[in-house]
Structures are given as C-alpha cells and as structure tokens.
C-alpha cells in the first residue's frame, strides 16, 4: 500500500487524490445522515455535527501549535533549559536582528500606502472611461500571480549584465538606465535600495487589491454630493481630495490593513529573490531560515510570535477608525 | 470651496451590489450610470489625467510581457539580447518564436515542472473541497442553529482570522513527523484546509445570513431537519458564494509556496516550490526559468480571468462587509 503515503506516478496520485475526496465525503455524509432525524435527536448533537470538524480541526491545527509555540518562544534552541525572554531580547536587540525588524517596518508601512495611493489614481482616473475594464483589468492581474512568479518576472526586469562593449542589458530597467546614458546597476544587491526594489514587486501584487475595492467605494459615492461639490466648482485634484478620498475613507481603511497584514508576513518575494542576502531579511523568512536552516526552536518560536504580536496594532488600528467612522454617521 | 472634508457615506452593504451592476442587464441602474458618465465628462479629457492612467497600465503589465516574450524566444537569443529587441523583428518576420523553453521546463531532467504541475493540481482539489465544506457546515451552525456559546464560538473564529501561520508551523509539522505521514499529500491536504476555516466560515456566513429568515422558516415548518434545510434550501442558494470563496481557496493554494515547503517533501513538492528552487539555483539560466514561471502562472490566470466576477464579489463581501 505505498501508494497511499508515497504516491509515484501521476495516476497513484489522481487515484490517491479521488480516495482522499471521497472518504471524507462518506464520512462527512455519515454523520450528517446520523443526526438527520428531526426531534429524535437531541439539538446538541446536530450542532455538533455542524460544527465539531471545523471547530475540532482549528483547536487541533492553529490554537494548540499556537500556543505551544509561545510555549517554546520561553526556551533555549533545542528546547530544554527555560530561558524566560531571552529570545525576544535577543531579536529586539541584536544589530542582525534589527536589521530584520527595520526591514519588515519598511515593508509594512511602503506597501500599504503606495498601492492604495496607486490604487485609488487608478480607479478615479479610469471611472466611467470608456476603457474601464479593460483598464482595470490589466492593473488586476498580477493578483492571480503567485508571489514567486511575480518575483520571477520583476528578478528579469532587474537582470544586471556588467557595463562592458559587446555585452547588451536583457533586463528592461538597465537597459532604460543605459538609454538614458547612466551606468546599469545590480539592483538586487546595492543597499539600501534593494529593499525598496523588493517593496515594488508587492505593490505591483497588491494595488490591483486596492484598487478593485477602492472603485467600488467610488461608485457608491452618491451623485448629490459629487453634483452640489462640481456645482461648488470643484474638479480634478479638488474633487479627489475633499469629495472623493473623505467619502471613500472606511474603505481605505479595510485596504489599508489588509494589505499591512499581508505585508507584515511577506515570505516569498524575499526568499525567492534575494534569498533574504544582501541585508534584505524581513521576519517572516529569518523565522523560516532559524527554524528549519539553523534548528533555533527557541528563537524561531519568538520571531513567529513577533509576527502575531505585530499584527495587533493594526487590528487596533482598524478597529478603532471603523468606530469613528460609525460614530460619525 | 467646501474645504472642510465630508464625512464617510459610504454604506457599505451597497458595495458589493454596485460591483455587481456591470452587467447590461439592469437597465435603470445603467441610466443612472449613463448620467453620472455624462456629468463626469471631461474628466479624462485632461492630457495629464490619460496620460497618468495610460503610464501606470503600461508599468502594471511591461513586466510579464517581457517574461511571456522571453519565454518563447531561442536560448541563445535570451543570453544575447533584451526581449524588446523582438518588436522590429515582428514586423519584418525575423523574428524567432520556440517552444524549446517550455519543453526543456516541463520535461527536462533538471526541471521536470510536469510532474510538480501534477502534484499542485493533486494538492489543490482537497484543498480547496474539504475546506469549503467543513466551513458551509459550521457556518450553517451560526447562522441557523441556536446554541449556547454560539457568539463567543463565533468571534473566536472570526479573530483566528489574524494569527500567521507562522505560529503553527513546527509543532504541527513536528506531529506529522511522530505519526510518519510528514511529506506526504495527507498532511498537505489537511494543513491547508485547517488554515482556509476562518476566512471561509467567516465569508460564507455573510452569505448565509443574507439568505431571508422565512425560506428557512417555511423549510421548517414543513418539517424538515438541519440537514435538509442546509442541503435543499441553502445549498442551491449559496453556489455564487461558494464559488466566489473556492476561487480565492484555489488561488491561494495554487500560489501558496510556505505551507508546501514545510510539510511537502521533493515527491509532492508544488510547482511553487520547484521554480522557487530553480530561481535559486538556475539563477541565470532565464529560459527555463520564464517558461517555468509561465507555466506555474497560467492555471491560476486563466481560471482568474474566466471567473474574476464571483472573485470580486468575494473580495468586496470579505473585506468590506464585517
């Protein structure tokens, strides 16, 4: 039965994929048929049944790791002798660290407020044009993008060949540079900039995100108020800055935190691009290289609860905007 | 001048309707559209206006232009030259197209993407079916079924939505390992339904509230149980949802590349993971390497593009709503 665990050929897999479909929907079909007896069940028992796998699955797979690994944030690499905090002290204080920690800040706050500024020029420059959707589309797309493919695309755009006669750029943004006169540059690997050449490739993913919420918000902006603004002799930057952005701002708020959140974990533009070299290490990859490259259960536990630590401001963030938005209506 | 800023209108249940009107099927709604499109003309008409959107569409899509033109161009003339150099080409027809690239990709002993394409598809469907139903089940729970806890069950699961996976990574892979299954297709399946429950409970119980109390109702009084209501009243009712949110769980498994290169081994490895690793190891060998990102992109594309109206209902109902 080796094909069950170690599947070989393509048609081991398919079969093994088809098995593994069906025997949950006999099971899940099992229980439902159970308790599919009205009244002679007790209610509990149908909740349970709705309910249970999900809810099972979640304290299983997320809440109990969760909290084993806050657990193991408290001890030493192997797991043995209880350090208290010294893992958190060790990644707040340490340069290398820091270093990681000064990235990902760059990171969380670049990425959400250039893809929602792109976003929303975007979708108030084509509103109602006759080429919106096509438009839109194009600006869409990179969202079905993996993270990998998109940093496959922008390492080639990147691509640095030396500065010598004969030898022609092949990557787009050197040779720009070359047309204009100026030396290529190793765009990947010159710091500080590095970074913020990585930043580019998540806001090219993202600000297709904002944008489609965005024009959604822009489309429920109601006509009276835009009519009595242009009647007021507003128009253009006018219109966009005390008509549009105000009417549309719990909108950009959800847009801005939702992409922070994503930001804040970003993992596979960094590690299939640079590899985190060339001082461009965010958390979500040096939790990645400590925990399975260097086997630091201790501090990789603690930078995994860094992530989440970070999250809740901009949870707070967000929640307290929605409030004030909410009171002001 | 009103220079003080007006205060947010936006209501926000109406979004996901307006984003929904794109459709020729509405006839009032696309006179109010009409209108509004007459009284916002002249807009556009400003140069700079056109020529900003015209320039940021132009950036947005360059790059994977060149990626696609590279892909089919000879090995040689990669090495050699940009692949814009093409565009004089085309028009004389010296210019050379091949599929070399994506032969070499997909069968190739170094690449070999056709048995990774295999092992995503294989990982994908699990992944994105077990998920969907597990979280219809539970969200039919909270919307229908009263019990006690039924709030604080709720917001719980709602909150889930925030911890990075990051936090579960080793205890659960360290699990696989104690029962032997690590690396295999079953613990991919499993890991990637368990993180998709909190988003998916969440949205698709903002679908299933919507539905009116009385079809529920009227089900019961006729006599039938849970079970039934959910298959025969809800389920019919819930297919735009269930596709907007199997799309998301399809892209986001497709593209996942943490979560397979932590519990998949080289034998059920995605196609992420192998072209991440080639882009590591094959840095400059850019035939192979554009031919393979093509390859991993066009599933995820295609099914975009065919379906990116249940994926913005989606979006809109799951970020905007709440």
Do not use: C
Not at chain 1, 38 to 46: E, F, G, Q
Not at chain 1, 271 to 287: D, I, K, L, S
Request: hydrophobic letters at 55%.
């Amino acid at each position: 039965m080796d094909w069950l665990t170690e599947p070989s050929s393509p048609v081991e897999k398919f079969g093994l994929m088809f098995l593994a479909i069906l025997l949950f929907v006999v099971v899940m079909g099992a229980i439902l048929l159970a308790v599919d007896r009205p009244k002679r069940i007790p209610r509990w028992v149908v909740v349970l049944a709705f309910v249970g796998p999900a809810v099972i699955g979640l304290a299983w797979g997320l809440v109990r790791p969760a909290l084993i690994t806050i657990w193991n944030s408290l001890f030493d690499r192997r797991g043995n002798e209880f350090v208290g905090l010294d893992n958190y002290v060790t990644a707040f204080t340490t340069d290398q660290f820091q270093l990681v920690l000064r990235n990902t800040a760059i990171w969380v706050v670049v990425v959400p407020l250039l893809s929602t500024f792109i976003g929303i020029v975007y979708a108030v420059l084509v509103d109602r044009s006759r080429f919106e959707k096509f438009a839109k589309a194009l600006v869409f797309l990179p969202m079905a993008i993996s993270m990998v493919g998109a940093s496959i695309i922008w390492g080639f755009v990147y691509e640095f060949r030396p500065d010598q006669p004969g030898v022609n750029q092949i990557g787009l943004l050197n040779q720009v540079l070359v047309w204009l006169g100026l030396p290529p540059q190793q765009f990947l690997i010159g710091q500080p900039w590095n970074t913020f050449f990585l930043i580019v490739v998540m806001i090219w993913i993202q600000t297709g995100f904002a944008m489609t919420i965005l024009s959604a918000a822009i489309k429920a902006i109601p006509d009276d108020i835009v009519e009595a603004a242009r009647l007021d002799g507003l128009k253009g930057w006018g219109m966009f800055r005390y008509i549009t952005v105000p009417s549309v701002r719990p909108a950009l708020v959800v847009v801005l935190t939702t992409i922070a959140m994503a930001t804040l974990k970003i993992f596979d533009i960094v590690r299939t691009m640079t590899g985190g070299q060339f001082g461009t290490q965010v958390v979500a990859n040096e939790f990645y290289t400590q925990a399975f490259r260097q086997n630091n259960q201790g501090l990789s536990s603690a930078l995994a609860v860094i992530l989440f630590i970070l999250v809740i401001p901009i949870i707070v963030y967000n929640v307290r905007q929605m409030r004030l938005a909410e009171e002001i209506r | 001048m009103t220079s003080t800023p007006i205060p947010p209108v936006v209501p926000d249940t109406d979004l996901t309707t307006e984003a929904e009107l794109e459709g020729p099927s509405r006839p009032r709604k696309l006179t109010r559209l009409e209108k509004r499109a007459i009284a916002a003309k002249g807009k556009l008409s400003s140069p700079w206006a056109s020529f900003l959107a015209i320039l940021i569409a132009i950036l947005w899509t360059i790059p994977s232009v060149g990626l696609l033109v590279t892909s089919f161009r000879p090995e040689l003339d990669i090495r050699r030259s940009g692949w814009w150099t093409v565009i004089p080409g085309l028009f004389n027809g010296e210019a050379e197209f091949t599929l070399d690239n994506y032969d070499q990709a997909l069968y190739g002993s170094g690449s070999n993407l056709s048995t990774y394409f295999v092992n995503s598809f294989v990982i994908t469907l699990p992944a994105v079916v077990i998920p969907i139903t597990l979280a219809l089940l539970a969200a039919y729970a909270f919307a229908w079924i009263e019990f006690r806890g039924r709030e604080i069950l709720f917001v719980a699961i709602f909150a889930l939505q925030v911890v990075p996976l990051q936090v579960a990574l080793v205890p659960l892979l360290r699990d696989y390992v104690d029962v032997g299954l690590n690396g295999t297709f079953w613990t991919v399946w499993l890991s990637h339904s368990i993180f998709a429950l909190p988003l998916a409970i969440f949205l698709l119980h903002n679908f299933m509230k919507d539905i009116p109390r009385s079809l529920v109702e009227a089900a019961r009084v006729d006599g039938a149980g849970h079970v039934k209501i959910f298959f025969q009243v809800l389920l019919p009712l819930l297919v735009p949802a269930i596709a907007s949110f199997a799309i998301f769980q399809f892209l986001w498994v497709w593209n996942d590349l943490l979560v397979g290169l932590t519990f998949a081994d080289t034998s059920s490895y995605p196609l992420t993971v192998r072209v991440a690793e080639m882009a590591g190891s094959r840095g400059g060998d850019w035939h192979i390497l554009t031919a393979g990102a093509f390859i991993s992109i066009i599933v995820p594309l295609v099914v975009f593009v065919a379906l990116q109206r249940y994926f913005v209902r989606g979006l809109l109902a799951g970020s905007v709503k709440g």
